[in-house]
């Protein structure tokens, strides 16, 4: 079985990049994608994945977060960072309503430049939604025939919500959120009805380590790594009732499939 985690965030630490890539080979995670959520991140994992071609990937965009920050010419930089052979999406882009860090009008303008950028570039858009789901569709539905595609990054809401994001056309991102009893509910409910061919699994590294790991913790690793993803797809062998090498071939086709990777 072969894994790709879409979702790892840029070390703070660079160094750390290679042993951690050491690591998930050997739990058979053996493409990655990171995660640009604004331009000056953006850039840097545009450069990591030019330092390791066909293992290392990125995205390109402005989280919701930092949207009050963006420079003047921000759409010319994701759109110049967009061509890049190794970056396949547009974003972490999107709109957090929960923490507020940017003004909900300055985050709906600069989610929806980036949205045109996708439809403009054809590479599809890696999304970010807390706590704005009608805010978020509203917008996504406006633009989503002209999206080459669309991944719901970290999807963690209920099964109303995801039907409606698949009927755009979207997959669903599972992270270890999945596996939180307490706090996953919703998710745990929603990914029963999920259709194993919109399935996409990611880590969100190093945040969302996975509940309960016992025998699949890997010594010495505090925070959550790609190696972990097989045990979030052991965590929907029951939960979607499907065999963890079906999830494993899915995931990774699902995967190959959105973001147009030979």
Known sequence: MQWFDVGVNVPSDVTTLAPMLERAANANVTQIMLTGTDVSISQQAAELADAHPGQVFSTAGIHPHYAQHAAIDYRRQITTLAEHPQVLAIGECGLDFNRDFSPRDIQLA????????????GLPVFLHERDAFDAQYKLLHQYHKQLSGALVHCFTGNT??????????????????????????????????????RLILETDAPYLKPKKLGSDKITGVKQNEPCYLPVIAKALTELMNTPLTALADASL???HDLLAVG
């Open 253 to 255: 086709r699902n995967s």
């Open 160 to 197: 109303e919500q995801m039907q409606a994001y698949l009927e755009l056309g979207c997959y669903i991102g599972i992270t270890g959120w999945v596996t939180d009893e307490k706090r996953g509910g919703d998710l745990r409910e929603a990914v029963r009805h999920l259709p194993i061919e």
């Open 110 to 121: 600069v989610f929806e430049a980036q949205l045109v950028i996708a439809c403009e570039t």
